[in-house]
């Protein structure tokens, strides 16, 4: 999505300040807004692949101003009205008696821990998808991508690259987002840093980047 939500590469934001001995959360809050986002989408409509699409509806003012972890709890809350999981009044009054049905697949309490910890696998079967291109080839990434939401960033579009993997096949979250479920072959490219960020960037860096074919073109 091209808005402030996609902020890699952008200038004027100053330097990422480094916080030496950083706690994985700041607040209790934060620790179960995490816990949160791990287990909702075992008993809610919608899976992962809504998470980040979420958070790109997120106000401009509210998306630069918000914490990370405001962020998760905006977009969840937002994902969970949308979905009919929990009311506006809900949320209002949490002394409220629950109004909306569980969803029918939802797993029990029991499940929820090994189902976490056994991870979100996005892999599929890639019968019938063609590897247009095999580790060596040169690719140019698209130039315009979807006016919703992509995993290709803006700073990495319209660039040469090279294939260094093939990784098979895997679900694209562009697709997931607007419930297509169609996977597609993905590609480990390497970047030379200085066509992605210009003179100034080190001849000796590059970038790699796992871009899905539907990203790419023949060089």
């Known amino acids: 999505m091209d808005s402030i939500h996609d902020m890699g590469g952008m200038h004027g934001f100053g330097r990422i300040i480094e916080e030496m001995d950083e706690p994985v959360f700041h607040a ?3 620790g179960r807004v995490y816990a949160m986002a791990s287990a909702v989408p075992f008993g809610a409509l919608f899976g992962t692949g809504q998470f980040r699409p979420g958070i790109e509806r997120i106000p401009p003012t509210r998306y630069l101003t918000a914490s990370y972890y405001e962020k998760w709890l905006d977009m969840l809350t937002g994902l969970m009205i ?3 999981c929990v009311t506006r009044a809900e949320l209002a009054d949490p002394n ?3 109004v909306a049905p569980p969803h029918p697949k939802a797993m029990t ?3 929820v821990l090994p189902g976490i ?5 996005q892999s599929r079967p890639s019968d019938g998808l063609s590897r247009r291109f095999k580790a060596g080839d040169r690719v140019m990434t ?3 991508m979807s006016a919703s939401h992509t995993r290709l960033p803006r700073y990495a579009r319209d660039q040469p690259g090279r294939v260094l993997e093939v990784r098979g096949a895997f679900l694209v979250y562009d697709r997931v987002s607007t419930g297509d479920p169609t996977p597609d072959i993905l590609y480990t490219v390497v970047f ?3 066509d992605i960020w210009g003179p100034q960037a080190d001849p000796r860096d590059s970038l790699t980047l796992d871009l899905w074919d539907c ?4 060089a």
């Open 28 to 30: 209790a809050w934060e």
């Open 117 to 121: 910890f056994g991870g979100f696998p």
């Open 82 to 84: 949308e979905h009919g």
């Open 192 to 194: 030379a840093a200085s």
């Open 215 to 218: 990203y790419l073109e023949a």
């Open 96 to 98: 409220s008696v629950p």
């Open 142 to 144: 698209k130039r315009h």
């Open 109 to 111: 309490p029991e499940q």
